[in-house]
């Protein structure tokens, strides 16, 4: 054979595994609304940057006459490409093969490139479409799910892992996305779950469509599993664009700044909050009127909307913002927003993204299903984190800061590098109401006019205590500023802090309240 | 998700208008837990009752075995008295359903 026949040769064995399942099997899979497998990593990645590696991989089974069975790639497309340039690593089961079914060569596919990520130090992506576990490999499907999850589980905090759920993701294998850092989902075409309608309802008796149980919306609302909700994928790849801008590509390195921006000029700061610290308003606007091009780029926005978290940039570079939102439970921690604020902290700390704080909170919901559902031990992952994280980390005291939200949202005694407070903010044990009918309850009580005593007191306690001075008396503020100068603070206190670094005695690991 | 309606929420004693979540809406209240009624803590089968109507039983005594999930559950009584209400054997219970009632 002469080398142009080898040519033609390869090019015919190339041509054939890349057909995956077949014309009818594609057509089923774009009918759905979904791109294939190859398509989406193209459209996703650079043009022309995606080099795919391990084409011609093949299953080893040879049960249930699985040996007279090829499937292409073993059903997932894997390989090396760039993002706006960011090289990345990626991989993309295909449903058209076997339902995307995970083999255990499938499986050690995704496995080396997961390797590969590691070592190269960059992000790795995986697109998620696939029935489940190839039941013909038994255990060795199983093997590789297993195989998976120990290098997502390395992985983490090295490299950023992205997991893009475009079809089913079921039973085991939920657990791969679950241990990335970030899951995006689009809508109707995103399905996870551990057990599937069909089995609650033998156990159980319970009917719940596949939508109702672990569809897109259900993930980004309801159990925040998913970071981002699109409604088409290519708007999904747009996002995952947007996002690996913002990060670096492994945890030696700073995530690549952009020229500085000043804020869009429709965001004035000094309009945005109301000084009756009782009354709503929306934080992501005061976010909007500090940072770059007033860019926020917001992550689990519909999951517990209490607080507020995403990636944003100040001078050009990326920082994280964690911001209570008045707009919704009036800011409170609880479970689901002391989960969402901590797990965000710790990914901005083992990526050397500076943290930056607004505080706006009457402290923690009360409430019998939170103390039940252990708001405790959810509650101190925000404490952990924050002091564990060793990031610069600057809080701004907006308005008030009660109790034990007060300590929780990076104040100094955990460990805030600078804490600014504007003029407007309220920093005390409890709002006055309560403070009042405590400390003056027997006044209250004892005099003729119960309601005036109680106006008066409160009053008394506000003009007192509901003030940063006392906290910048004692040195727990640094300075109080002028709202409008909160951008160029942290700008400031942003590159003072370029350098920073902390020593903490050795240990293996933290014991974080997971 | 910018359309909460503004509604109120008190936190020690203050008053603030906010939106509220569904999920907020929708908690469940709490009830105290009636250790005299014995529900089914799974759908399944009654397979064998132990005891009838008027019994007294001691805390900690087998009831019946509640078959679910290809598993047989042994019940014990939560707590000591007489025996109110009991299944029949071979029916099928929900979730939740009352299976003995200890008076």
Redesign the interface.
């Given at each position: 054979m002469s080398l142009k026949q080898k040519l033609l040769d390869l090019f015919k064995r190339i041509e054939k595994a890349q057909t995956g399942g077949g014309a009818k099997a594609i057509e089923k899979q774009v009918a759905m609304g979904k791109l294939p497998a190859r398509e989406r990593i193209t459209t996703l990645l650079d043009r022309n940057s995606f080099h795919e590696y391990d084409l011609f991989v093949e299953h080893k089974c040879a049960d249930f006459d699985m040996d007279k069975k090829k499937l292409p790639a073993d059903g997932v497309v894997t390989g090396t490409g760039s993002i706006k340039g960011h090289p990345v690593g990626i991989f993309a089961q295909d449903f058209t093969v076997a339902g995307g079914s995970l083999g255990l060569m499938h499986a050690r596919k995704i496995t080396k490139i997961m390797d590969h990520s590691l070592k190269m130090g960059i992000p790795l992506i995986g697109i998620n479409d696939s029935g489940g576990a190839r039941i013909q490999e038994g255990v060795n499907s199983l093997a590789g799910y297993g195989e998976i999850f120990y290098r997502n589980t390395l992985a983490s905090g090295v490299i950023p892992q992205i997991s893009v759920i475009l079809g089913p993701c079921a039973g085991g294998a939920v657990y791969s996305p679950a241990l990335t850092d970030f899951v995006f989902v689009v809508d109707k075409i995103s399905k996870m779950f551990i057990t599937g309608p069909e089995v609650i309802k033998t156990?159980?008796?319970?009917e719940i469509s596949m939508e109702d149980l672990g569809g897109a919306k259900v993930h980004t609302?309801?159990t925040g599993n998913a970071h981002f909700f699109a409604e088409s994928e290519l708007e999904c790849f747009e996002q995952i664009k947007k996002l690996v801008s913002f990060i670096p590509w492994n945890n030696k390195k700073k995530a690549d700044p952009l020229p500085a921006k000043m804020p869009r000029s429709n965001y004035n700061i000094e309009n945005i909050i109301p000084l009756d610290p009782?009354?709503?308003y929306?934080i992501r606007d005061v976010i909007k009127a500090i940072c770059d091009d007033s860019d926020f780029f917001e992550i689990q926005?519909?999951w517990a909307?209490?607080i507020v978290i995403g990636f944003a940039r100040l001078n050009g570079e990326t920082v994280g913002i964690v911001g209570n939102q008045?707009?919704?439970?009036?800011?409170?921690l609880d479970v689901?927003s002391s989960d969402k604020a901590a797990r965000f902290i710790r990914y901005c700390d083992a990526f050397n993204i500076p943290l930056i704080t607004l505080v706006d909170l009457?402290?923690y919901?009360?409430?019998?299903?939170q103390e039940?559902a252990g708001v405790i031990r959810h509650g101190a992952k925000i404490l952990y984190a924050y002091s564990e994280a060793t990031v610069p980390k600057i809080t701004v005291i907006l308005r008030k800061a009660?109790?034990g939200g007060y300590i929780a949202m990076c104040s100094r005694h955990l460990g805030a590098d600078f804490v600014f407070a504007w003029p407007s903010a309220e920093i005390a044990v409890?709002?006055?109401?309560?403070?009042a009918?405590i400390i003056f309850k027997a006044e209250i009580a004892g005099a003729d006019d119960p309601d005036e005593m109680r106006k008066q007191k409160v009053l008394e306690y506000t003009e007192k205590f509901a003030n940063p001075y006392i906290a910048a008396a004692n040195g727990h503020v640094d300075s109080i500023i002028n709202p409008s100068e909160t951008r160029e603070f942290l700008i400031h206190a942003i590159t003072v802090s370029a350098n920073k670094s902390e020593v903490r005695a050795f240990r293996k690991h933290g014991i974080p309240p997971f | 998700m910018n359309n909460y309606n503004i509604k109120t929420l008190v936190i020690d004693d203050s008053v603030y208008e906010t939106g509220l979540t569904k999920k907020y809406l929708n908690r469940k209240t709490y009830k105290p837990v009636d250790q005299k009624r014995v529900n089914a803590f799974i759908p399944g089968l009654i397979q064998k009752v132990f005891v009838k109507v008027g019994d007294k039983v001691k805390a900690g005594e087998k009831l019946l075995i509640l078959e679910a999930m290809k598993m047989q559950n042994i019940v014990n009584a939560p707590v000591s008295g007489i025996i109110r209400v009991v299944p029949q054997e071979g029916i099928l219970v929900k979730k939740n359903e009352l299976l003995v009632d200890i008076g």
């Amino acid at each position: 054979m002469s080398l142009k026949q080898k040519l033609l040769d390869l090019f015919k064995r190339i041509e054939k595994a890349q057909t995956g399942g077949g014309a009818k099997a594609i057509e089923k899979q774009v009918a759905m609304g979904k791109l294939p497998a190859r398509e989406r990593i193209t459209t996703l990645l650079d043009r022309n940057s995606f080099h795919e590696y391990d084409l011609f991989v093949e299953h080893k089974c040879a049960d249930f006459d699985m040996d007279k069975k090829k499937l292409p790639a073993d059903g997932v497309v894997t390989g090396t490409g760039s993002i706006k340039g960011h090289p990345v690593g990626i991989f993309a089961q295909d449903f058209t093969v076997a339902g995307g079914s995970l083999g255990l060569m499938h499986a050690r596919k995704i496995t080396k490139i997961m390797d590969h990520s590691l070592k190269m130090g960059i992000p790795l992506i995986g697109i998620n479409d696939s029935g489940g576990a190839r039941i013909q490999e038994g255990v060795n499907s199983l093997a590789g799910y297993g195989e998976i999850f120990y290098r997502n589980t390395l992985a983490s905090g090295v490299i950023p892992q992205i997991s893009v759920i475009l079809g089913p993701c079921a039973g085991g294998a939920v657990y791969s996305p679950a241990l990335t850092d970030f899951v995006f989902v689009v809508d109707k075409i995103s399905k996870m779950f551990i057990t599937g309608p069909e089995v609650i309802k033998t156990v159980l008796g319970e009917e719940i469509s596949m939508e109702d149980l672990g569809g897109a919306k259900v993930h980004t609302e309801i159990t925040g599993n998913a970071h981002f909700f699109a409604e088409s994928e290519l708007e999904c790849f747009e996002q995952i664009k947007k996002l690996v801008s913002f990060i670096p590509w492994n945890n030696k390195k700073k995530a690549d700044p952009l020229p500085a921006k000043m804020p869009r000029s429709n965001y004035n700061i000094e309009n945005i909050i109301p000084l009756d610290p009782k009354k709503p308003y929306d934080i992501r606007d005061v976010i909007k009127a500090i940072c770059d091009d007033s860019d926020f780029f917001e992550i689990q926005k519909s999951w517990a909307a209490n607080i507020v978290i995403g990636f944003a940039r100040l001078n050009g570079e990326t920082v994280g913002i964690v911001g209570n939102q008045p707009l919704v439970l009036a800011g409170v921690l609880d479970v689901d927003s002391s989960d969402k604020a901590a797990r965000f902290i710790r990914y901005c700390d083992a990526f050397n993204i500076p943290l930056i704080t607004l505080v706006d909170l009457p402290g923690y919901l009360p409430g019998i299903d939170q103390e039940h559902a252990g708001v405790i031990r959810h509650g101190a992952k925000i404490l952990y984190a924050y002091s564990e994280a060793t990031v610069p980390k600057i809080t701004v005291i907006l308005r008030k800061a009660y109790g034990g939200g007060y300590i929780a949202m990076c104040s100094r005694h955990l460990g805030a590098d600078f804490v600014f407070a504007w003029p407007s903010a309220e920093i005390a044990v409890m709002g006055p109401e309560g403070a009042a009918n405590i400390i003056f309850k027997a006044e209250i009580a004892g005099a003729d006019d119960p309601d005036e005593m109680r106006k008066q007191k409160v009053l008394e306690y506000t003009e007192k205590f509901a003030n940063p001075y006392i906290a910048a008396a004692n040195g727990h503020v640094d300075s109080i500023i002028n709202p409008s100068e909160t951008r160029e603070f942290l700008i400031h206190a942003i590159t003072v802090s370029a350098n920073k670094s902390e020593v903490r005695a050795f240990r293996k690991h933290g014991i974080p309240p997971f | 998700m910018n359309n909460y309606n503004i509604k109120t929420l008190v936190i020690d004693d203050s008053v603030y208008e906010t939106g509220l979540t569904k999920k907020y809406l929708n908690r469940k209240t709490y009830k105290p837990v009636d250790q005299k009624r014995v529900n089914a803590f799974i759908p399944g089968l009654i397979q064998k009752v132990f005891v009838k109507v008027g019994d007294k039983v001691k805390a900690g005594e087998k009831l019946l075995i509640l078959e679910a999930m290809k598993m047989q559950n042994i019940v014990n009584a939560p707590v000591s008295g007489i025996i109110r209400v009991v299944p029949q054997e071979g029916i099928l219970v929900k979730k939740n359903e009352l299976l003995v009632d200890i008076g």
